[in-house]
T-cell receptor
Framework: DAGVTQSPTHLIKTRGQQVTLRCSPK?????VSWYQQALGQGPQFIFQ???????QRGNFPDRFSGHQFPNYSSELNVNALLLGDSALYLC??????????????FGDGTRLSIL | KNQVEQSPQSLIILEGKNCTLQ??????????LRWYKQDTGRGPVSLTI?????NTKSNGRYTATLDADTKQSSLHITASQLSDSASYIC???????????FGDGTTLTVKP
């Protein structure tokens, strides 16, 4: 049973460019959340997708956008990259049961470096 | 503003020793609290999850406690192993659509 998979594992971009990160949720999960984790800090919530719609959003600018596909996989897009966008981007999946103690399963992340 | 504070920021212990990590939160209304282990270069892995009515929960050598009155949690690691070296993150969720607040983690180093 495959867990959460993310691609690519590493990515190097320059300021001003655009990037797309991809996530496939754990089998049976229908909800995907994206997080940004700077070095030495905890993950910061970007947004969550369920039924192909953005359901919740953290304190991130509109340069960060996403999409969820009918097969529950998801993409995170970041436009006009800044040096401060360098971080580990984590994807987590869960099953939206309405019971909020459902644990989230994380992928191993995409390490994004901005030069 | 919901906040989760973890202490200590980092900790070094000898293999075989026990340790306790702390988590204080101001998240309200409280739904659940989770502890995650994050190995270097990997994603976080869930260790325990506790709701309001649960005081303690164990997962092998890991035991988490929760005091909902004082809004404190601890993670106790027994008989530490080298593989316990990692960052331990406390996450508290509220009942407002299940929004989660992450702590910055405690970095544990277990030395032989």
């Amino acid at each position: 049973d495959a867990g959460v998979t993310q691609s690519p594992t590493h990515l190097i971009k320059t300021r001003g460019q655009q990037v797309t990160l991809r996530c496939s949720p754990k089998s049976g999960h229908d909800t995907v959340s994206w997080y940004q984790q700077a070095l030495g800090q905890g993950p910061q919530f970007i947004f969550q997708y369920y039924e192909e719609e953005e359901r919740q959003r953290g304190n991130f600018p509109d340069r960060f956008s996403g999409h969820q596909f009918p097969n529950y996989s998801s993409e995170l897009n970041v436009n006009a990259l800044l040096l401060g966008d360098s971080a580990l981007y984590l994807c987590a999946s869960s099953f939206m049961t309405g019971v909020f103690n459902q644990p989230q399963h994380f992928g191993d992340g995409t390490r994004l470096s901005i030069l | 503003k919901n906040q989760v504070e973890q202490s200590p920021q980092s900790l070094i212990i000898l293999e075989g020793k026990n340790c306790t990590l702390q988590c204080n939160y101001t998240v309200s209304p409280f739904s659940n609290l989770r502890w995650y282990k994050q190995d270097t270069g990997r994603g976080p892995v869930s260790l325990t999850i506790m709701t309001f009515s649960e005081n303690t929960k164990s997962n092998g050598r890991y035991t988490a406690t929760l005091d909902a009155d004082t809004k404190q949690s601890s993670l106790h690691i027994t008989a530490s192993q080298l593989s316990d070296s990692a960052s331990y993150i406390c996450v508290v969720s509220d009942t407002n659509a299940g929004k989660s607040t992450f702590g910055d983690g405690t970095t544990l180093t277990v030395k032989p």
